[in-house]
Nanobody, 125 residues
Framework: QVQLVESGGGLVQAGGSLRLSCAASGRTFSTYAMGWFRQAPGKEREFVAAISWASGIKNYADSVKGRFTISRDNAKNTVYLQMNSLKPEDTAVYYC??????????????????WGQGTQVTVSS
C-alpha cells in the first residue's frame, strides 16, 4: 500500500511558477512509475506528466511541454512538478499517482493504482 500526499498548490498570476510536491509512504517508492494528472471543473481527469521508476524516461502532455518539468528524489520518496509560465487554463486540481507496474509510459488514469487527495492550482489572468 502506498499513500500519496500532494502539496504546493495555490493561487498565482499568469506567467508565474509553482512547484508541486508529492510525498509517498512505503519502501517501494523507487520501483513505481509516477504521474501527475489534473482535473478542472466539469472536465475529465487528464494526463500532465509521468516519470519512469528509474527517472530515465519522462513524458508530458503537449499542453505543458516546455513549461512543466517532472522529477523525483527516491531518497526522499518524493516526486515534483515544476510549473513555469502558468496560464489560466492550467487551473485545476492536480493529483499525483503511482503505478507499480514499472511502465515506461503511462498516460491513462486507469494505469495507476494509488492516488493522492489533490492540490488546487489557480492561475489568475
Amino acid at each position: 500500500q502506498v499513500q500519496l500526499v500532494e502539496s504546493g498548490g495555490g493561487l498565482v498570476q499568469a506567467g508565474g511558477s509553482l512547484r508541486l510536491s508529492c510525498a509517498a509512504s512505503g519502501r517501494t517508492f523507487s520501483t513505481y512509475a509516477m504521474g501527475w494528472f489534473r482535473q478542472a471543473p466539469g472536465k475529465e481527469r487528464e494526463f500532465v506528466a509521468a516519470i519512469s521508476w528509474a527517472s530515465g524516461i519522462k513524458n508530458y502532455a503537449d499542453s505543458v511541454k516546455g513549461r512543466f518539468t517532472i522529477s523525483r528524489d527516491n531518497a526522499k520518496n518524493t516526486v515534483y512538478l515544476q510549473m513555469n509560465s502558468l496560464k489560466p487554463e492550467d487551473t485545476a486540481v492536480y493529483y499525483c499517482a503511482a503505478d507499480p507496474q514499472r511502465r515506461l509510459y503511462a498516460p491513462r488514469p486507469s494505469e495507476y493504482d494509488y492516488w493522492g487527495q489533490g492540490t488546487q492550482v489557480t492561475v489568475s489572468s
